[in-house]
């Protein structure tokens, strides 16, 4: 899946960047075309958290990924065709450099009587977008405003890692260990979220150099994660458990532009996304070659980031 969306990017990249240097030849004239290098800063959080048997407890295990900071940088490409036909993409790749991850054991129900609880560096690892979309631009106040609902689909993943722990609670050290150092720590928690999504493109031009876009997107997704706990020896390797459910969420964007010449603008933004899973399951598969299902209960993932970058528009 990844391979194609970086072919149609790539794809985009190429035409819209062509169309620029086609431009001093004669371009298509019911053709338009941008495309933006960004790069910047951004903050991931993760939340999961699974069940006992028939529920007992209602919360048996809870990780956490907090703070998850990482380096991205973005393309993305539209073409217009015809001055309405609009077909977007964009695709983007962080390298994460930063942050915690808590892993929590409850013998309660409500995050009751918790029995277990270690900390790690969640410091390595990488976040991914890639997202397609098609839609019909509509044009105001003279061509200044303009409006575009989008349909399309999107791909995204977060590689979190856990190492360097530290028992931090262990009331019953024969089970979870003693407090301290956890030696050889090197877990993996690898997720998906893919699906389509509709949305809609506000821009406005109040000037001659200046622009302002806003995106606004809401998405249907399926979720699917694998985890090696690589200390559990009673686990399978390199799969340890699984999880499936299925899920949505929203992403808003806002950005601005500013034109320094005929074909090259600076850009800068934010952009927000908040995703969230109904109850699904996590199968857990023995070393000994069994499998069993117990419940999740929810995933939970939210993120934001800010860039700033180029736009190559004709």
């Not at 695709?91 to 277990?116: A, H, P």
């Not at 397609?132 to 399309?152: C, D, E, M, N, W």
């Not at 969230?276 to 199968?283: E, F, K, P």
Request: aromatic residues 14%; hydrophobic residues 35%; contains cysteine.
């Amino acid at each position: 899946m990844k391979a194609l969306f970086f072919s149609i990017i790539f794809l985009f990249t190429s035409l819209s960047c062509g169309l620029v240097w086609g431009d001093a030849v004669g371009k298509p004239k019911d053709m338009e075309g941008t495309f933006d290098f960004t790069q910047g800063y951004r903050v991931d959080d993760l939340t999961w958290n699974v069940a006992g048997p028939q529920y007992d407890p209602n919360i048996l295990s809870e990780l956490t990924w907090d703070n998850v900071e990482s380096y991205q940088i973005k393309g993305s490409g539209e073409l217009l065709l015809k001055r309405h036909i609009a077909l977007k993409g964009s695709i983007d790749y962080g390298w994460i450099y930063d942050g915690k991850v808590q892993d929590s054991d409850f013998l309660g129900d409500d995050r009751t009587f918790e029995f277990s609880r270690a900390t790690a560096d969640a410091n390595d690892g990488h976040v991914f977008d890639g997202s397609l979309g098609a839609g019909y631009l509509f044009r105001f106040g003279k061509g200044r405003f303009s409006l575009t609902p989008l349909v399309g689909y999107s791909h995204h993943e977060q590689n979190l890692v856990a190492r360097n722990g530290f028992q931090e609670i262990s009331p019953i050290p024969e089970l979870t260990g003693p407090v301290g150092p956890i030696d050889a720590l090197d877990s993996s928690y690898e997720t998906k979220w893919k699906g389509p999504w509709i949305g809609l493109d506000l821009a406005a031009e109040p000037g001659d150099r200046f622009s302002f876009l806003v995106g606004l997107e809401y998405h249907w997704a399926d979720y699917e994660a694998e985890a090696d706990w690589n200390l559990r020896e009673d686990f399978a390797h390199p799969v340890s458990f699984s999880d499936e459910a299925d899920g949505g969420g929203v992403r808003v964007s806002c950005a601005v532009a500013y034109q320094f010449s005929k074909h090259f603008s600076v850009k800068a933004g934010f952009e927000f996304q908040s995703w969230s899973t109904d109850s699904g399951t996590q199968t857990v598969f023995g070393a000994d070659g069994s499998s069993s299902d117990q419940p999740l209960n929810e995933v939970n993932w939210d993120s934001y980031s800010v860039f700033l970058g180029l736009v190559c528009e004709v």
